[in-house]
């Protein structure tokens, strides 16, 4: 067992990043979970030659490439919709974040997509249902509605999307669109109120104003 003081290393510990260099070039360290685990990744490899994954991880390598440190995320998204072949995109939008999915349905519909958007409250339900009380809700004493992100992905599903975005889902309202959507998805907007919706600020200031967070 690890703990604070002693964590068991993983990926994020190593120096070496053999897994990148070319098979017997360079040495893995003693705590490579590519090494210790051959077999799990042999049956992963095996997904690739599904059709519909190998196409994505395709046109996935094919977009890196093209548009390394040059493209914006939103145009790696055109050009990633535009190697699937898709022609329908879906974005699963937060209601804080609606300015932006409007920004980003015209960008996509510019580039000739088909666009569907779909709110984060759509069909909600008081937050009770899900076994909340009262004092749990952001504004006690009131009607308020869950996220309903099952709800997003089955209404994008529906409409034939064939690329879904998200813009700014709530954490844990992600995972779950993720787990539910049929369609495949990808992230233009992680949600962080106070970074502006950039969270990995706070990693680039963990040493300095965000140093809290490494003290537990």
Not at 65 to 76: F, L, P
Not at 136 to 160: W, Y
């Amino acid at each position: 067992m690890s703990d604070s003081n002693n964590p068991k290393r993983t990926c994020c510990d190593c120096g070496t990043q053999a897994c990148a260099a070319e098979p017997g070039t360079a040495k893995h360290p003693s705590f490579c979970l590519q090494t210790a685990n051959p077999e799990v990744l042999a049956t992963a490899r095996k997904a690739y030659t599904d059709p519909a994954t190998r196409a994505v991880a395709a046109a996935a390598a094919r977009t890196e490439a093209s548009g390394y440190c040059r493209d914006t995320r939103i145009e790696e998204i055109i050009a990633f919709a535009r190697r699937l072949g898709v022609t329908h995109l879906g974005i699963a939008c937060c209601i804080g974040l609606k300015r932006e999915a409007r920004a980003a349905a015209e960008i996509f519909r510019a580039a000739g997509f088909e666009v569907t958007s779909v709110i984060c409250k759509a069909g909600g339900m008081p937050k009770e249902e899900l076994g909340l009380e009262d004092a749990e809700k952001i504004r006690p004493g009131g009607f308020e509605a869950s996220c309903n992100p099952v709800g997003q992905a089955a209404l994008l599903d529906s409409a034939g999307c064939g690329l879904n975005v998200l813009v700014g889902l709530c954490v844990g309202h992600d995972s779950l669109f993720f787990k539910h959507s049929k369609a495949p998805v990808t992230v233009l907007v992680a949600k962080d109120r106070v970074t502006g919706h950039n969270p990995a600020a706070v990693l680039y200031n963990s040493e300095s104003y965000y140093r809290r967070l490494r003290e537990g």
